[in-house]
């Protein structure tokens, strides 16, 4: 039984003075980086949308940040304008070990479906390719951080448990939007579908 761990979006745009900035995003690299080399694999996932993405508040004219509104794939929360391919904001914070990744994930950059989870767009359909690459390394064990706990994190959680990974959320080694109370939502849903959350 092989061990992948996977980190979600440590990325500028999410870490203090980022575009969606998540609070304390920054403090979890010196974690995520010592643990690194506990692995088999370390996969990374980034954020990597097209300019003008759909999921942006500013491509709805009239309509605010942190809004929902319905897409042809569902509920969709309308966001800041973030991680724009190519830009600073797109970019592994500076801290992070990237150097040792062996793949690589680049998602949302479909300009008309959004996409938290390592695995599939959020239209649930269409894949990332990461399930593939794992079974093809014979991971079955997989351990995620990053940002956000609420967001991507959980999603890719969920994913992985139905897909049938063993997954352990490192909440210590992550950071939550915490909108809404989506944290302790996300905390329940993760827990009900079998993903184990540790500190």
Known sequence: MTNALIVIDVQNDFCPGGALAVAGGNEIIPRINAMMADFDATILTQDWHPAGHSSFASSHTGSDPYTLIDMPYGAQVLWPDHCIQGTNGAAFH???????????????????????????????????????????RNITTLTMVGLATDFCVQYSALDAATLGFDVTVLEGACRAIDMDGSLASARTVMHGAGVKLEP
């Open 94 to 136: 500076a801290d992070l070990n990237v150097d040792i990744a062996d793949m690589i994930i680049r998602k949302g950059f479909n300009p008309a479906i959004d996409s938290y989870s390592a695995f599939f767009e959020n239209d649930r359909k269409t894949p990332t390719g990461l399930e593939g690459y794992l079974h093809n």
